[in-house]
């Protein structure tokens, strides 16, 4: 009876947590993985309607910053079915995961919309289901917009960032995911493309088409290897 409670209470506290953070640390042989989902939209500078499901950046920075500096923690798997969102704290969570000396794999399942699309290519390794899909489109705001050439400046030089993490951080061309961005004819009344995930590794935008084995196992590699080479 002890045990069962003992269990019982363990399993409590784990959902607990993934209900106040998203994630999840998992114990294996190779290492303890810290999980972690980016859902929904991810909320940045203002709160979203009530109902929407929502990753909030205030709360995953500090995580990140916690798992960073935990020896406990070995390696970490970001998890996302996202259609995007705040623009700036999509790209302050995807420069901290990218800086992060932990191991990192990214799985695109359902969706990496928008702003997801650097968040999965900021892993060091990124993996995509085959019935996953991607919405590459250009930046744009809600809300008041003041029609000066200022504005457009912004909207360029935003855009030139976001391509620039993409490329930085796998092996897709800054030409050809411009031209995504840009495509006309791909989306009804909007400008961008959606590419599932064969299509995603052809560009080089994601490294590979798997699953969640896929990714644990590269990712208990990659931390074997870390262990190896101290």
């Known amino acids: 009876m002890a045990e ?3 269990s019982k209470n363990e399993t409590l506290d784990r959902l607990e947590e993934i209900e106040k953070s998203g994630g999840v640390l998992t114990h294996a042989k190779e290492g303890a993985i810290q999980c972690l989902s980016i859902i929904g939209q991810i909320e940045g500078h203002y709160f979203l309607p009530d109902g929407q499901k929502a990753t909030k950046y205030e709360h995953i920075i500090p995580l990140l910053v916690s798992m960073e500096q935990d020896d406990t923690v070995d390696g970490l798997l970001i998890v996302l079915n996202t259609m995007g969102g705040d623009v700036e704290a999509g ?8 800086s992060m000396t932990k191991p990192s794999v990214s799985l695109v399942l359902g969706g990496g919309h928008s702003i997801g699309v650097p968040l999965a290519t ?4 990124s ?7 991607m919405t590459v489109h ?8 003041v029609g000066v050439p200022q504005t457009f400046h912004y909207f ?13 951080h796998s092996r897709a061309k800054p030409d050809e995911v411009r031209e995504l961005m840009m495509r006309p004819d791909e989306i009804a ?19 590979e088409v798997g699953g969640l084995s896929d990714a ?15």
Do not use: H, W
């Not at 302050?92 to 990218?98: S, T, V, Y």
């Not at 900021?122 to 390794?125: E, F, H, M, V």
């Not at 909007?190 to 590419?195: A, H, M, P, R």
């Open 127 to 133: 993996f995509i289901v085959p019935s996953a899909t």
């Open 122 to 125: 900021s892993a060091d390794r």
């Open 138 to 145: 250009p930046v744009r705001i809600n809300g008041l917009v």
């Open 4 to 6: 069962q409670e003992n």
């Open 91 to 98: 790209l302050a969570l995807a420069e901290m995961i990218a």
């Open 216 to 230: 644990l196992n590269a990712l208990k590699k990659m931390i074997e290897e870390k262990k190896k080479a101290k």
């Open 156 to 168: 360029n030089e935003m855009q030139k960032r976001i391509i620039k993490f993409i490329c930085d």
């Open 189 to 207: 009344t909007d400008v961008g493309s959606i590419i599932d995930g064969d299509e995603a590794v052809r560009y080089g935008i994601i490294d």
